[in-house]
């Protein structure tokens, strides 16, 4: 029995300092394995008198008892002090910065294609779109400009070559196919898809043969069309401030309608907005002809000519309407300072680091269309 407690002492004291799950197994072998010394004291009970063995069998029962909850506790807290250590040495510090990555940035004319579309959104406006692929007949004369229409060899056209469907310097021809000159055909086919009264903006690439420092071959424009019982001129003048006050985000904007020729409105007004030279850029506010002070012509507009109301299937007589066109790539330059066009389209990443925007620059009404400012250069 002394033996037994002995042997109990040193097998307590020996798992109470095992360090590892491996040295503890060890210590569990060599008590209750079937070579332990617990194994082998209970064989002891069978060479025993009944009388011995009534006393030493709990004893030894107990002993062993004693030693397989030790080993069980140490078991636990062996394992709880692995899974610590494991969780300690796996942590990922989820707050470190991400790795660098190479960085795109929106385009100006993209982002402000969604200012656009955010103002005139707010306004009761959905935004339409059409074929830059275009015909003869959406992109001219549904716009009440005939084949012999001088206004048309204003347009530069791109023609696409069609030997069977007429001539290619817009003299004769049927379906001819275009590349659109302007939005314009836009209003045709949102006028005879949807009928009156409609509310739209058509903002895309349109295409002249043109180049130099403020036109390039592929530019953008915005077309506003609204179609109505009883709209007139007020209407539009009261539209285009508005949005322009948005835009540029400033109360102070001035805006001249000079009288002018357009063959699908009538009358027709051109867009001039008040800028003046401060330093070398351009800066919208006040109004022109003062020291410092001049007009840029940012588009056409005018009220829809009944013509074109009929050819796109709507009476005249029941139904009105004012539209307008703008150029994206100039309303864009006036805002952000640039001033040459041909860069927005070279496609140089050094330009688009300074002039784009980041993502994150979602043009809204409640924080501005524009003026978080560009993305970091
Ligand atoms: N489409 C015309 C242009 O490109 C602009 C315009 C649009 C004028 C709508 C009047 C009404 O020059």
Redesign the pocket.
């Known amino acids: 029995m002394t033996q037994l407690t002995d042997q109990k002492t040193a097998s307590l004291s020996a798992i109470a300092a095992a360090d590892s799950l491996d040295a503890l197994e060890q210590e569990r072998l060599a008590a209750l394995g079937k070579k332990g010394w617990v194994s082998l004291a209970l064989k002891t009970l069978g060479q025993m008198s009944p009388e011995e063995r009534k006393d030493a069998a709990p004893a030894i029962q107990a002993v062993r008892a004693e030693v397989a909850g030790a080993i069980d506790a140490k078991k636990a807290a062996l394992e709880a002090a692995e899974l610590e250590a494991q969780l300690a040495s796996e942590t990922i510090d989820l707050t470190l910065p991400g790795p660098h990555t190479a960085q795109g940035s929106i385009h100006p004319v993209s982002q402000v294609m969604d200012e656009l579309a955010e103002i005139f959104a707010d306004l009761g406006f959905a935004v339409a779109t059409g074929p830059e692929i275009e015909d003869d007949w959406h992109n001219f004369t549904a716009l009440n400009m005939d084949e012999s229409h001088p206004a048309r060899a204003m347009h530069d056209t791109f023609y696409f070559p069609d030997a069977a469907a007429g001539s290619q310097d817009g003299t004769t021809g049927g379906t001819r196919m275009l590349l659109r000159?302007?939005?314009?055909p836009v209003q045709i086919r949102s006028m005879k898809a949807q009928g009156a009264p409609i509310r739209i903006i058509a903002p895309g690439r349109v295409y002249r043969s043109d180049s130099d420092a403020t036109h390039t071959p592929m530019f953008h424009?915005v077309?506003g069309l609204v179609v109505d019982k009883g709209i007139h001129l007020g209407h539009l003048k009261w539209t285009l401030e508005t949005f322009f006050k948005a835009f540029f985000e400033r109360e102070d904007i001035v805006l001249r309608l000079r009288p002018s020729y357009?063959p699908?409105?009538e009358p027709?007004v051109e867009v001039d907005v008040g800028y003046s030279n401060e330093g070398n850029r351009r800066v919208v506010g006040g109004h022109g002809d003062d020291d410092g002070h001049d007009w840029m012509e940012l588009?056409?507009?005018?009220m829809v000519n009944a013509r074109v109301l009929e050819m796109a299937g709507l009476d005249p007589n029941e139904y009105q309407g004012f539209?307008?066109?703008l150029g994206i790539d100039r309303i864009a330059m006036l805002k952000y300072g640039m001033n040459d066009l041909r860069a927005f389209f070279d496609g140089d990443p050094r330009w688009l680091k300074h002039y784009g925007f980041s993502p994150y620059d979602q043009p809204t009404l409640s924080a501005g269309v524009g003026s978080q400012g560009r993305a970091a250069s």
């Open positions: 000159t302007h939005t314009s424009q077309e357009f699908f409105t027709s588009g056409g507009s005018g539209a307008f066109g």
